[in-house]
């Protein structure tokens, strides 16, 4: 008797070790860190500087989720910005190898895109699809061939949102999309989608305002692929980034955000 038990105590932890990520323990906002120090390195890879953040050895969901990665986009201030790097370790925690790749060669923005005195034209101008793209498919070239991945998502904020659109298109190599107030996703690049893509979005936000919003859930209504529009109170562009976390409405917001977009590369990927 008392063997029996022991025997199916074995194979559950055992089954435990190869449980399909979508079944894996729960993630809650404890996972989540707002402040502090970052853990991950920066290396380069095919020319690209890339932040990287892994699991921690031996964690459950990182087993589970072992043949998976999520590439990170930022906004315009890069991975240097701290907000960035501690976001990417809580994809990180949350058991999937995070990969946020230098989107502008150490040219990121220093002041914000929504403060007079940033030339938005002129920095969107410098940084178009001709010399973003390039980037994120290298990114995932080195996951796929170098590192053997084998599902990738893609999590996009503000600039870096359209980009985790575009490479869910036919032959792009995304598998999933999650975005936080993306800036500038054009109603093609909605269209394209072939993977499932969702959005978390601000209630302040003239890069995606509420008409704008209606037209992009039109679309997605129609792209036949499974998607998830969720709008946030209180919240305003870069919240999913750069919420004020003294603020209870905005902490809210950035933690549901990145739970939404863990919940959905678990259920996707
Ligand atoms: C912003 O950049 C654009 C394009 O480079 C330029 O034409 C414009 O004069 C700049 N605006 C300001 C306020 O500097
Ligand atoms: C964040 O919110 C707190 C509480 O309202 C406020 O005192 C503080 O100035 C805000 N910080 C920033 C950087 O806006």
Request: charged content about 20%; proline content about 4%; some cysteine.
């Amino acid at each position: 008797m008392r063997a029996s038990i022991l025997a199916s105590l074995v194979s559950a932890l055992l089954a435990s070790t190869s449980v399909a990520h979508s079944d894996c323990t729960a993630v809650d906002n404890a996972i989540i860190q707002h402040e502090g120090i970052s853990k991950g390195v920066e290396e380069v890879q095919s020319g690209i500087r890339l932040y990287v953040s892994k699991p921690e050895t031996g964690s459950i969901r990182g087993k589970a989720n072992a043949d998976t990665a999520i590439i990170y986009l930022s906004d315009v201030f890069g991975i240097e910005l701290l907000q960035n790097r501690l976001l990417a370790d809580s994809f990180a925690r949350a058991g999937y190898l995070t990969v946020a790749p230098d989107l502008f060669n150490n040219a990121h923005a220093t002041g914000d895109i929504n403060v007079p005195g940033f030339n938005t034209s002129a920095f969107v101008a410098a940084h178009g699809p001709e010399v973003t793209d390039p980037i994120v498919a290298k990114t995932i070239d080195h996951l796929r061939t170098k590192l053997g991945v084998k599902k990738i998502g893609l999590t996009g904020y503000c600039f870096g949102g359209r980009y985790a659109f575009r490479f869910v298109s036919a032959g792009k190599g995304g598998d999933a999309a999650f975005t936080a107030h993306p800036s500038l996703l054009g109603d093609d690049e909605v269209k394209a989608v072939v993977g499932p893509v969702a959005i978390a979005a601000a209630e302040t936000d003239s890069m995606l305002n509420a008409p704008r919003r209606g037209e992009v859930e039109k679309l997605l209504v129609g792209a036949k692929v499974p998607y998830q529009v969720s709008l946030y109170s209180g919240t305003s562009h870069g919240f999913g980034v750069r919420a004020n976390v003294s603020v209870p409405v905005q902490k809210f917001g950035k933690e549901e955000a990145f739970l939404q977009a863990v919940r959905w590369f678990d259920q996707w990927l």
